[in-house]
Nanobody
Framework: QVQLVESGGGLVQAGDSLRLSCAASGRIFSFAVMGWYRQTPGKQRELVASIRSRGSSNYVDSVKGRFTISRDNGKNTVYLQMNSLNPEDTATYYC?????????WGQGTQVTVSS
């Protein structure tokens, strides 16, 4: 009932910036929590950042001070501004929406950071 579509990934050099976007559609409750996860081959999917509908957010330590999550509830869209990217940020990034007892996922967008 909920669909998520990510965009904004790409190939960049260390120190560059990207902004990921995730547009949600369907039956979305006002209390839904949205977030960004990332995954590299052989590693467990990791929560990068999450944000509640009123704006409170959390970040994994490795991105604090570099990434900013935000959302536009009117557009049902969540963003991840990624600054000072480094090769360790290379991963497939997935948008997530959680409400009730359901998790919804986007298809993933690839971020590759070269040295």
């Amino acid at each position: 009932q909920v669909q998520l579509v990510e965009s904004g990934g790409g190939l960049v050099q260390a120190g560059d910036s990207l902004r990921l976007s995730c547009a949600a559609s369907g039956r979305i409750f006002s209390f839904a929590v949205m977030g960004w996860y990332r995954q590299t081959p052989g590693k467990q999917r990791e929560l990068v950042a999450s944000i509640r509908s009123r704006g409170s957010s959390n970040y994994v330590d490795s991105v604090k001070g570099r990434f900013t999550i935000s959302r536009d509830n009117g557009k049902n869209t969540v963003y991840l501004q990624m600054n000072s990217l480094n090769p360790e940020d290379t991963a497939t990034y997935y948008c997530n929406l959680r409400q009730l007892n359901d998790d919804y996922w986007g298809q993933g967008t690839q971020v590759t950071v070269s040295s």
